[in-house]
């Protein structure tokens, strides 16, 4: 049996590498070391997670000072804006790893490994490379281990479902889950685009390019799924259309696209964060559900609506939450909620646009790179009509709704209604 450390890049992604590990009969310690981080508080964060998930497992973890300046001066200097998965980020494993390297070499360790294998966003075989250029530069010599000193463990953490399994694991110990890579060049880039009113931001976005952001203080024009009209007052609800790009994804991956928006809302608000309260998110964890196809509910009243159009190699993303209203048309007031009314907290629009926009670029990556079976577990455990009787009118011309027990949300985004599979129209609860 020998010894093995592994780098740990977050809790999350961690939870389903200790027991590949373990598998080998290997004993296991785990080593945080990201001063790739952009700030301490996000650092602490992540530190925090690790150290539940090691006290969950009954191993050691130990945490490398935090030295954001220094990375940025011997990693990112000259590389900010290259791309995700480009000479930044490879160079951002060498760093993490090479000091990964060092500490299992002078701690006795038989060899090293990382949890950053497990990322859908990571290419294993840039990790591989990254690792064995960090034990050539630590060895002084060749890429080959010289006696004595840790060798690299090559796993691929994201095979035979890795993935999903740390996020089965991370969700059953409660870990905080990031929203972007790390340092402040991961984060997606967003083009804010603002007016006081407009007739519709979907129609504004037509304009756009990939992640061009629309937002208005009132629109004149705003409609819902199947023409329905969607009224606010000025300056009182987040108004926002995102063009992001889908490049040749098919038709029937698209299609899936709003229950991505739908969960990159609903975890925006359970992540919402406020100076002078920081509760407000967690007042709305296990409250905020997904109603398939487009809609996010608290307390089963809806919150927030989204209307997607596709666009040549982009889908407009239109994102209607309700953030301060308080008032709606009699026949829809038992229906809708508020920020402002499920929490009593007055939150500004731009803090949840932000927060909104952190989790769509984080989902849309993993949906654009591993498709949507890979975001289908997150969505299903939000899932407001599993388990429920309802209708679903596929057409405003249906004369027969498709109604049954629901089976929830499928892995190709369809809904399952007494096992027919239906892939568009608007679903509704039906009273027993």
Known sequence: MGRTLIHVCCGPCASSCVPEVRKGGDEVALLFANSNIDTQEEFD??????????????????????????????????????????????????????????????????????????????????????????????????????????????????????????????TALGLYRQSYCGCEFSKARWNIHHKHETASTNIDARAGGPRDVFTADFQTAGRGRLDHKWSSKPGENLLMSVVLPVDGQPP??????????????????????????????????????????????????KIAGILCERQGECVIVGIGVNVR????????????TSLLLATGRRVKTVQVRNAILDQLGKWHGIW???????????????????????SVRQRDCDAEPVRGLCGGIRPDGSLDVGGTHVYAGEAHVEEV
């Open 45 to 170: 964060k992540r530190l925090n997670a690790a150290r539940t998930l090691a006290e969950a497992e009954g191993v050691p973890i130990s945490a490398l000072p935090y030295d954001h300046g220094e990375w940025l001066r011997e990693v990112a200097v000259g590389y900010e804006h290259e791309p995700e998965k480009g000479e930044r980020c490879a160079r951002c494993f060498r760093y993490n790893l090479a000091k990964t390297a060092e500490y299992a070499n002078a701690h006795g360790f038989d060899s090293f490994t990382t949890s950053l294998t497990v990322s859908p966003h990571k290419v294993s075989s840039m990790i591989f490379a990254a690792a064995e250029k960090a034990v050539a530069a630590e060895a002084g010599q060749s890429i080959r281990r010289p006696a004595g000193s840790a060798r690299f463990a090559p796993y691929d953490f994201k095979a035979h479902d890795g993935y999903g399994r740390s996020v089965e694991r991370a």
């Open 325 to 336: 209203q308080c008032d709606w048309p009699a026949d829809v007031a038992c229906r809708a």
């Open 368 to 390: 654009c790179d591993n498709g949507f079976e890979a975001v289908h577990r997150e969505i299903s455990a939000l899932d407001a009509l599993n388990g429920r009787i309802v």
């Open 252 to 301: 029937e991956a698209v299609a899936t696209l709003p229950l991505v928006a739908g969960l990159a809302v609903a975890n925006g608000l359970v992540e919402l964060r406020m100076r002078e309260d920081s509760s407000i998110g967690d007042d709305l964890r296990g409250r905020i559900m997904i109603k398939w196809p487009n809609d996010v509910l608290v307390d089963g009243k």
